[in-house]
């Protein structure tokens, strides 16, 4: 059975919206200067507000993943700034991580898939149990995601860090939504049950 996703939305315009800002922050900083990282920080919380308008007005919505994401750089941006420190920033992406791992992997133990309130629109119909193991799965992930990000920000420089946003967590997002396929592939419903079946259904 091929599994064939569906999604309205531009993925290109999506994928600019949600990385154009850590695009923007790698840009601004300067390696060799200490303090441009201040400059980058601000720049990069600007970015987040126009991503936040670009996606309401480009996509007509946005997404919960892009309002926790904005409100965690503002916040550790400006702790960063306020503190002239860079460990605010630096800590941006494993808060964010656990917050996504604690969030799914609660869900899971409560019989709830909160992975699918945000990924259904761009998936095929599929049981309940499917997306229990998704989110399951994903929220491990996460756990790695920010167990690797604390151990990268403080053994690494902070210009090395940032190209890991590029070179690692990117292609580990792909691995990891890769080895979701299996889980789609067995537990896919026929189009005819997709509005019948309740959230409790196995």
């Not at 091929?2 to 300067?30: A, R, S």
């Not at 996606?55 to 960063?80: D, Q």
């Not at 193991?133 to 929220?139: F, P, Y």
Request: glycine residues 6%; neutral net charge.
């Amino acid at each position: 059975m091929t599994i064939k996703i569906e999604n309205k939305q531009n993925p290109w315009v999506k994928l600019l919206i949600e990385l154009g800002p850590i695009g923007i922050f790698i840009f601004m900083y300067d390696a060799e200067d200490p303090e441009s990282v201040y400059r980058a920080v601000g720049v990069f919380m600007a970015a987040m507000m126009v991503s936040l308008i670009a996606s309401k007005i480009l996509l007509k919505e946005i997404s919960l993943m892009l309002k926790i994401s904005a409100g965690l750089v503002v916040v550790t941006g400006g702790l960063t700034i306020y503190f002239h420190s860079e460990t605010f920033i630096k800590m941006k992406p494993t808060v964010l991580y656990a917050l996504i791992a604690v969030t799914l992997l609660g869900g899971y133990f409560r019989k709830k898939a909160f992975l699918k309130n945000v990924l259904e629109a761009g998936f095929p119909p599929m049981k309940q149990q499917g997306w229990l193991l998704m989110s399951r799965n994903v929220g491990l992930f996460h756990i790695g995601f920010a167990i690797l990000n604390e151990l990268i920000w403080r053994n690494f420089t902070m210009e090395q860090w940032l190209w890991t946003k590029v070179w690692v967590f990117f292609p580990l997002s792909f691995v990891m939504m890769a080895f979701q396929f299996s889980i789609i592939q067995k537990h896919l419903l026929p189009e005819e049950d997709s509005v019948s079946e309740s959230p409790e259904e196995k």
